[in-house]
């Protein structure tokens, strides 16, 4: 039985962003990466025992693009193996999108993060000063990265739950595997922490 957890949040939020899921799972051993949007970045190892890996929205990329060795299987929330749209992948951002937010992100950082983060539902204040290189690094990421390849490897170790409401097309296309659609928006993680809390616990107890 698995009993660790290894979450990646999104672009514009930081490792807190997993505490109200994580209080539902007080038995589980996490450890939580930081992505540095906000102050430093923290890496921490991968846990030594079997685990899952957890991701939301840009995390998911991220995990999907990461060697996991030890991985017991995938949980996403709201997650993609691409953001931009493509000829093959018409529901994803229009790239425009994300070449606006960048430019627009030097100049203004705070009023991107805080229109980004309206858009996806919170108005709570941005838990530190923003770092406009890590973030930029984080919207290339979103533009240019396609891990659809890697979805396959996984197989039905890929398990994923998105929001009805969730207002980014990418977020509900893209898996091979059958998921789960719930009522809600972008941030299942902090909207329904329970809800995500129960479905990391399924996959805790049966993985595959």
Known sequence: MTRALY?????G???SFWAPMLAHLPDVSAQVVDCGYFGAKHRPALPQ????AVGHSAGSLALLGQDLPGCDGLVFFNGFPRFTAAP????????RVL???RARLKRDPAAVLHDFRALCGTDAPLPG???VDALDRGL???QTLD???QVAEWKDRLHWMTGTDDPFGAAKTGFATAGEQVEGGHLLPLTHPGLCADFVRRWLDDPR
């Open 49 to 52: 025992t079997p685990y899952l």
């Open 13 to 15: 939020f930081d490792s």
């Open 7 to 11: 979450l990646v949040h999104g672009w």
């Open 88 to 95: 093959d992948f018409p529901d994803g951002t229009p790239e």
């Open 99 to 101: 070449t606006r937010m």
């Open 147 to 149: 891990h659809r390849s």
């Open 129 to 131: 000063t923003p770092d």
């Open 140 to 142: 290339d990421a979103l």
